[in-house]
């Protein structure tokens, strides 16, 4: 397997962009997370899906962010507009119970 | 709530010193623990788990018990080596939260010097 795959690795936008982050979780995982990583507030979880159904997203720092798992090999995440303050780097996690598989994160910069 | 606490760090070592990162947690129902590492431009990897009180998480020569009647989780080593230099995190999760949400802790950065 392949493991969890994120795209792109590395982005960097202007402040007002729109940015769409996305994974492609393991095959047979029902359970997929979105973490933003920074110095200042370490790892934070913003929403996680049960079965392609969002379960809990009171990590979602703002309206702005907003995330989607059309199916069960696909997920996003969008922030619009962006800002300075998003830069980060963002981890997708997939689980079958409670072990989860993170992917390599994608660098958000926003300028 | 749930939550995890581990040492301050960075913790830095000589190669071949032996390593302990102190992890405690609080929990209601009967959580699993587990160690992640996360390695420089990487993302986290799990290292180890543990499922009930009293079990032993191996991997790597990395070591951890479950210690019910203190709470804690602590990560040993015997002897590191450079390439251990990582950041390592706890978490736990609640069997009785059907989530699988992990709760991790702020993590502990381990430096190894040659």
């Known amino acids: 397997d392949a493991g969890v795959i994120q795209s792109p690795r590395h982005e960097v936008t202007e402040m007002g962009q729109e940015v769409t982050l996305r994974c492609k979780p393991i095959?047979?995982?029902?359970?997929l997370f979105w973490y933003r990583q920074t110095m200042m507030r370490g790892l934070e979880l913003l929403i996680y899906?049960?079965?392609?159904?969002?379960?809990?997203d009171s990590g979602m720092p703002e309206d702005r962010f907003s995330a989607k798992m059309p199916n069960a090999s696909f997920s996003t995440l969008k922030i619009q507009p962006s800002e300075p303050r998003d830069s980060a780097v963002y981890f997708c996690a997939s689980s079958h119970f409670y072990e989860q598989y993170f992917g390599p994160g994608t660098r958000l910069t926003v300028t | 709530g749930n939550s995890v606490t581990q040492m301050e760090g960075p913790v830095t070592l000589s190669e071949e010193a032996f390593l302990t990162i102190n992890c405690t947690y609080t929990?209601?129902?009967?959580?699993?623990l587990f160690w992640y590492v996360q390695y420089p431009g990487e993302g986290l990897q799990l290292l180890l788990k543990a499922t009930k009180a009293d079990d032993k998480g191996s991997n790597k020569g990395f070591e951890a018990t479950y210690r019910k009647e203190t709470t804690s989780f602590h990560l040993e080593k015997g002897s590191v080596q450079v390439s251990d230099s990582a950041v390592y995190f706890c978490?736990?999760?609640?069997?009785?939260?059907?989530?699988?949400?992990?709760?991790f802790g702020s993590g502990t950065r381990l430096l190894v010097r040659p």
């Open positions: 929990a209601t129902g009967y959580p699993s």
């Open positions: 978490a736990l999760s609640d069997s009785m939260d059907s989530s699988y949400k992990l709760i």
């Open positions: 899906f049960n079965n392609n159904v969002p379960i809990d």
């Open positions: 095959s047979g995982h029902n359970s």
